[in-house]
């Protein structure tokens, strides 16, 4: 077996190479190979090159510099991009080593991107008409022979069907998460982990069918869509990694340590499992947002649950369906698709949900009146300001603004939402935006226009009222207001007033108030004024002017000369009033979704050696 198959490249005849540069190499020293000897038979069995001392010098310039210039992650493993959209991991490690080959190939070979979504390995989730839903590990037709159509927002026609899932299925999913979770619980942490980076790999390997889904369902650009995918390998894969160090940890605490105590007393304190999570996602992001769920809770020992939103439901399915082909315990993930109205709270108020992890609009505020004492994570939206200052570079913030406010046609909960600039520079920051408003590219997603189609008719609408009603307040606009069906071309409001919707509403599309302010304060009191405290931002050359108006800011995060993201995923990401509840990110959600459990010890008399 050695030194075949995939290894025949490491072997010279009778020597084993050395690697250099990512290359397999023959030594140029004419010096004899190291003998490695066989401890059982005790002769020799194996030649390996003796590398000089020019070679052995080299080679460690050559990995000095590059560990420099890398990213802390690259050193395990680096993903090199290729023209063709594929990657190519390169891994130097154990855990990571199933990884080391081709990934990202469409599922089927050949095939056209309209052709990838519910074939190849996706075929048994669809049954030629509806997509099936996802119970007690196998893909089933509901009972109610009713179906949800999803509307694809560029043609505005059917795209997909999935289940409509009655009561009596939902409650089948959770018993069967219920008994799936007490068994998941005694997996060693290695192991969980360790299906959890199959699942990398295979969402990488599956990212064009999954891609094309959200270009049809919520119109997201063609390469965003890859992005997504890939970021949410990238997210489970580092999930894995940080619940393995996470939920390793415990505590031990001593009863002397508390006045009138002696030592007689020892507690253990672990992490344990919530049981089972429902996991509910929005369009926007339905399968990052999703697996940033998903992830967090498996790691921890919990069953999860996923009720996709109707927009991007048939690319959450292809999601689970990644994590089915890795080979998770039966009923430990189900995906229950259907309408709001029918089995909306009868999921969110249902018994055997022990947490739920909630990310869209006003509907968390109604979960969360209803759901109990359970655990609640909540991320509900955002008005983002960006405040600029009179010495802030406008170049830098121009290009932030575009970014922050029209990526994805503004249907971002950290997108820029009202830009606040000091008086004096407002024209030149407004110049300059719009000059790249014009260079903004408007069209079908499956061009990678930089705006595409909203996704739905009805927020077409709602945007749509918001620009008039700032137009009959004598907003100055600086684009003529156009729409085509769900397309809305993107357009910058000048000289915003406070009685206008526009400055407080959340559009969640590509249109972007401006207004001018005379003093930081009043920029401060607007931002605080919002019913939203998701993120912000302020642009300044003045660090410490930057830090007392963070300070100032009532969001859960302020960027400093950078536009609201959500991303890195480890990072800690939360709101405040309607904005959410609790605090996401990688290990923030780990820890929500596991609780305390103490042990304590109690010894007959004080023992001072222990501890």
């Given at each position: 077996?050695?030194?075949?198959?995939?290894?025949?490249?490491?072997?010279?005849?009778?020597?084993?190479k050395?690697n250099?540069e990512?290359?397999?190499?023959?030594?140029?020293?004419?010096?004899?190979?190291?003998?490695?000897?066989?401890?059982?038979?005790r002769?020799?069995?194996?030649?390996?090159?003796a590398?000089?001392?020019?070679?052995?010098?080299e080679?460690?310039?050559?990995?000095?510099?590059?560990?420099?210039?890398?990213?802390?992650?690259?050193?395990?493993?680096e993903?090199?991009?290729?023209?063709?959209?594929?990657?190519?991991?390169?891994?130097?490690?154990?855990?990571?080593?199933?990884?080391?080959?081709e990934v990202?190939?469409?599922?089927?070979?050949?095939?056209?991107?309209?052709?990838?979504?519910?074939?190849g390995?996706?075929?048994?989730?669809?049954?030629?008409?509806?997509?099936?839903y996802?119970?007690?590990?196998?893909?089933?037709?509901?009972?109610?022979?009713?179906?949800?159509?999803?509307?694809?927002?560029?043609?505005?026609?059917?795209?997909?069907?999935?289940?409509?899932?009655?009561?009596?299925?939902?409650n089948?999913?959770?018993?069967?998460?219920?008994?799936?979770?007490?068994?998941?619980?005694?997996?060693?942490?290695?192991?969980?982990?360790?299906?959890?980076?199959?699942?990398?790999?295979?969402?990488?390997?599956?990212?064009?069918?999954?891609?094309?889904?959200?270009?049809?369902?919520?119109?997201?650009?063609?390469?965003?869509?890859?992005?997504?995918?890939?970021?949410?390998?990238?997210?489970?894969?580092?999930?894995?990694?940080?619940?393995?160090?996470?939920?390793?940890?415990?505590?031990?605490?001593?009863?002397?340590?508390?006045?009138?105590?002696?030592?007689?007393?020892?507690?253990?304190?672990s992490?344990?499992?919530?049981?089972?999570v429902?996991?509910?996602?929005?369009?926007?992001?339905p399968?990052?947002?999703?697996?940033?769920?998903?992830?967090?809770?498996?790691?921890?020992?919990?069953?999860?649950?996923?009720?996709?939103?109707?927009?991007?439901?048939?690319?959450?399915?292809?999601m689970?369906?990644?994590?089915?082909?890795?080979?998770?315990?039966?009923?430990?993930?189900?995906?229950?698709?259907?309408?709001?109205?029918?089995?909306?709270?009868f999921?969110?108020?249902?018994?055997?949900?022990?947490?739920?992890?909630?990310?869209?609009?006003d509907?968390?505020?109604?979960?969360?009146?209803?759901?109990?004492?359970?655990?609640?994570?909540?991320?509900?939206?955002?008005?983002?300001?960006?405040?600029?200052?009179?010495?802030?570079?406008?170049?830098?913030v121009?290009?932030?603004?575009?970014?922050?406010?029209?990526?994805?046609?503004?249907?971002?909960?950290?997108?820029?939402?009202?830009?606040?600039?000091?008086?004096?520079?407002?024209?030149?920051?407004?110049?300059?935006?719009?000059?790249?408003?014009?260079?903004?590219?408007?069209?079908?997603?499956e061009?990678?226009?930089?705006?595409?189609?909203?996704?739905?008719?009805?927020?077409?609408?709602?945007?749509?009222?918001?620009?008039?009603?700032?137009?009959?307040?004598?907003?100055?606009?600086?684009?003529?207001?156009?729409?085509?069906g769900?397309?809305?071309?993107?357009?910058?409001?000048?000289?915003?007033?406070?009685?206008?919707?526009?400055?407080?509403e959340?559009?969640?599309?590509?249109?972007l108030?401006?207004?001018?302010?005379?003093?930081?304060?009043?920029?401060?009191?607007?931002?605080?004024?919002?019913?939203?405290?998701?993120?912000?931002?302020?642009f300044?050359?003045?660090?410490?002017?930057?830090?007392?108006?963070?300070?100032?800011?009532e969001?859960?995060?302020?960027?400093?000369?950078?536009?609201?993201?959500?991303?890195?995923?480890?990072?800690p990401?939360?709101?405040?009033?309607?904005?959410?509840?609790?605090?996401?990110?990688?290990?923030?959600?780990?820890?929500?979704?596991?609780?305390?459990?103490?042990?304590?010890?109690?010894?007959?008399?004080?023992?001072?050696?222990?501890g």
């Amino acid at each position: 077996m050695a030194a075949t198959g995939a290894f025949a490249e490491v072997i010279n005849g009778a020597a084993f190479k050395y690697n250099a540069e990512g290359e397999w190499k023959k030594c140029s020293s004419k010096r004899s190979v190291q003998i490695m000897m066989n401890p059982t038979t005790r002769k020799n069995h194996y030649k390996v090159q003796a590398s000089s001392n020019k070679e052995i010098a080299e080679t460690s310039k050559i990995v000095q510099k590059g560990l420099v210039k890398s990213p802390l992650w690259k050193t395990a493993a680096e993903v090199v991009h290729h023209e063709t959209d594929s990657f190519v991991v390169e891994a130097n490690n154990g855990p990571v080593a199933e990884l080391v080959k081709e990934v990202a190939k469409p599922a089927v070979k050949g095939a056209t991107r309209s052709e990838l979504a519910g074939s190849g390995v996706f075929a048994e989730i669809f049954d030629g008409e509806v997509y099936k839903y996802y119970s007690e590990g196998e893909w089933k037709i509901s009972l109610s022979g009713k179906s949800v159509e999803i509307i694809n927002p560029t043609t505005r026609k059917t795209q997909y069907k999935v289940q409509a899932c009655t009561q009596e299925e939902v409650n089948k999913v959770l018993e069967s998460a219920k008994i799936a979770q007490k068994n998941w619980a005694k997996i060693p942490l290695w192991k969980r982990a360790e299906l959890l980076h199959k699942v990398d790999v295979i969402l990488k390997e599956n990212k064009h069918p999954i891609a094309e889904c959200l270009v049809k369902e919520v119109a997201k650009p063609a390469k965003d869509a890859v992005t997504e995918v890939v970021r949410s390998g990238d997210l489970v894969s580092y999930c894995a990694e940080e619940g393995v160090r996470v939920l390793a940890e415990g505590s031990f605490l001593t009863s002397d340590s508390f006045p009138g105590n002696e030592r007689s007393k020892f507690c253990m304190v672990s992490k344990i499992p919530l049981g089972v999570v429902l996991a509910i996602p929005p369009f926007n992001y339905p399968v990052n947002l999703a697996v940033s769920k998903i992830a967090p809770a498996l790691i921890a020992g919990n069953a999860l649950v996923l009720k996709p939103p109707t927009q991007g439901a048939v690319a959450a399915l292809h999601m689970v369906h990644c994590f089915h082909m890795a080979g998770f315990p039966k009923g430990l993930i189900s995906c229950i698709t259907g309408k709001g109205s029918e089995i909306g709270d009868f999921l969110t108020m249902h018994p055997a949900v022990n947490c739920i992890s909630f990310t869209g609009g006003d509907t968390g505020i109604e979960i969360s009146k209803k759901a109990g004492m359970i655990p609640l994570q909540m991320e509900l939206g955002g008005k983002d300001v960006c405040i600029v200052l009179e010495d802030a570079d406008l170049d830098l913030v121009a290009t932030n603004i575009i970014k922050g406010g029209f990526s994805y046609s503004g249907q971002r909960c950290t997108a820029v939402k009202v830009v606040l600039v000091m008086e004096s520079v407002a024209s030149d920051l407004v110049e300059k935006v719009n000059a790249m408003v014009a260079k903004l590219t408007v069209g079908r997603p499956e061009d990678d226009c930089d705006i595409t189609p909203v996704v739905s008719e009805t927020s077409s609408n709602y945007i749509e009222e918001l620009v008039m009603d700032a137009k009959q307040k004598g907003v100055t606009m600086c684009q003529e207001f156009k729409r085509e069906g769900n397309l809305i071309w993107p357009l910058l409001l000048d000289n915003v007033r406070a009685d206008m919707r526009i400055a407080w509403e959340e559009p969640f599309g590509p249109v972007l108030p401006v207004i001018r302010i005379k003093s930081v304060e009043e920029g401060i009191e607007h931002c605080n004024g919002s019913n939203y405290g998701l993120q912000g931002c302020v642009f300044t050359r003045d660090i410490n002017k930057a830090m007392l108006i963070s300070d100032a800011m009532e969001t859960g995060t302020v960027q400093i000369n950078s536009a609201p993201a959500r991303g890195p995923d480890h990072f800690p990401f939360q709101g405040l009033r309607d904005s959410g509840i609790g605090s996401q990110g990688i290990t923030n959600t780990i820890n929500m979704m596991t609780k305390n459990k103490s042990t304590v010890l109690n010894l007959p008399s004080p023992s001072y050696t222990m501890g």
